[in-house]
């Protein structure tokens, strides 16, 4: 049974930063391009990040470019987000994913999602 669980979440000032996990299980890591999205209050899920299943390629949103980036330990089965230059509107739920391309978009591969992590970025 396939499980993903995102971690290190929490409440953290604006310009700070935040490193997220997330351990998968169930699944054969290492085959799997894996994305991290977010869900504000109010808002839709949207996609932050994605890295292709070697770590060759990464994507970014356009709103965290420069700021975010993901990286993954295949020998841990573990996919990360190191968050820095936090800002309030990244406030949100984090969560991990399987993924797979879909022109210039990412997409959950078999809408999976995990617990996630809540993200609060003050002011």
């Known amino acids: 049974q396939v499980q993903l669980v995102e971690s290190g979440g929490g409440l953290v000032q604006a310009g700070g930063s935040l490193r997220l996990s997330c351990a998968a299980s169930?699944?054969?890591?290492?085959?799997?391009?894996m994305g991290w999205f977010r869900q504000a209050p109010g808002k839709e899920r949207e996609f932050v990040a994605a890295?292709?299943?070697?770590?060759?390629?990464?994507y970014y949103a356009d709103s965290v470019k420069a700021r975010f980036t993901i990286s993954r330990g295949n020998a841990k089965n573990t996919v990360y987000l190191q968050m820095n230059s936090l800002k309030p509107e990244d406030t949100a739920v984090y969560y991990c994913?399987?993924?797979?391309?879909?022109?210039?978009?990412?997409?959950?591969?078999?809408?999976?999602w995990g617990p996630g992590t809540q993200v609060t970025v003050s002011s």
């Open positions: 169930g699944l054969t890591f290492s085959t799997y391009s």
């Open positions: 890295i292709t299943w070697s770590g060759s390629s990464t």
């Open positions: 994913a399987k993924v797979r391309q879909v022109g210039t978009y990412w997409r959950n591969l078999d809408n999976y």
